[in-house]
């Protein structure tokens, strides 16, 4: 059961994650 979660959470955090890292580093570049 461990495992399946880590699995989870890896491919949620790879989809949901790409998107808002994307759009953090976006707007971390424009303000530094």
């Known amino acids: 059961m461990q495992g ?3 699995k989870l959470v890896n491919v ?3 989809m949901y994650g ?7 580093s976006n707007k971390y570049r424009e303000t530094h």
């Open 4 to 6: 399946m979660t880590e």
């Open 12 to 14: 949620v955090l790879l």
């Open 18 to 24: 790409s998107q808002r890292f994307s759009n953090f």
